[in-house]
């Protein structure tokens, strides 16, 4: 099983990014995804969840920014993220908390300039 996180890159302070996640080599199609992220020297959050019947969680320090989607296939995972702030740079990672939940995959780095 392979995660493989992409769309990262350099953005100034206001600006959007959109993550993307796909799964491959998996056996069944992924309902339940996560988003995280680790910002040098901390622990990894938790940013953005979604669950099977399609209900959204997001940490209070993204909510009305950030919004996450899944594909129908259930094969690839979204993070659309807007207003971007400083605090926002990180690497970010996808989880399969349910399926797949010891694979994380090697990140996307968001770099957000003020």
């Known amino acids: 099983v392979q995660l493989q996180a992409s769309g990262g890159g350099l953005v100034q302070a206001g600006g959007s990014l959109r993550l993307s996640c796909a799964a491959s080599g998996i056996s069944f199609g992924i309902n339940n995804w996560a988003w995280y992220r680790q910002a040098p020297g901390t622990q990894r959050e938790l940013v953005a969840s979604?669950?099977?019947?399609?209900?959204?969680s997001y940490a209070d320090s993204v909510k009305g920014r950030f919004t996450i989607s899944r594909a129908s296939a259930g094969n690839t995972v979204y993070l659309q993220m807007n207003s971007l702030k400083p605090e926002d740079t990180a690497v970010y990672y996808c989880?399969?908390?349910?399926?797949?939940?010891?694979?994380w995959g090697q990140g996307t780095q968001v770099t957000v300039s003020s």
């Open positions: 979604i669950g099977s019947g399609g209900s959204t």
């Open positions: 989880n399969a908390p349910r399926a797949y939940p010891h694979y």
